[in-house]
């Protein structure tokens, strides 16, 4: 069982950063490929980036590519989303997401997910 909870959404002026944290609990984090989706009113829940178990590969949707990096920190438990020169369309609920063992590239793939964190952007 692994519970995420994230933090650091906000609101902020295009052309502006924000860094989102999640925390995941348990002794086997290392074993997870962690993820970040987002869902924007009334649309479907997207992917934004993924990072390998090691953190050795990323891969990021083609919208925000060149502006947000995905890290990870096993030691601490601990994935993050840097994202820089936001736009009103990144404007969305941010989840953080956990699978075992396998890449995760899709919403159905998640064995489990965190609350969500809201981030807006103004223009």
């Known amino acids: 069982q692994v519970q995420l909870v994230e933090s650091g959404g906000g609101l902020v002026q295009a052309g502006g950063s924000l860094r989102l944290s999640c925390a995941a609990s348990g002794r086997t984090f290392s074993r997870y490929n962690m993820g970040w989706f987002r869902q924007a009113p009334g649309k479907e829940r997207e992917f934004v980036a993924e990072?390998?178990?090691?953190?050795?590969?990323?891969t990021y949707t083609d919208s925000v590519k060149g502006r947000f990096t995905i890290s990870r920190d096993n030691a601490k438990n601990t994935v993050a989303l840097q994202m820089n020169s936001l736009k009103p369309e990144d404007t969305a609920v941010y989840y953080c997401?956990?699978?075992?063992?396998?890449?995760?590239?899709?919403?159905?793939?998640?064995?489990?997910w965190g609350q969500g964190t809201q981030v807006t952007v103004s223009s």
């Open positions: 997401a956990a699978r075992l063992l396998y890449r995760l590239s899709k919403p159905d793939e998640s064995d489990y």
């Open positions: 990072i390998t178990k090691s953190g050795g590969s990323t």
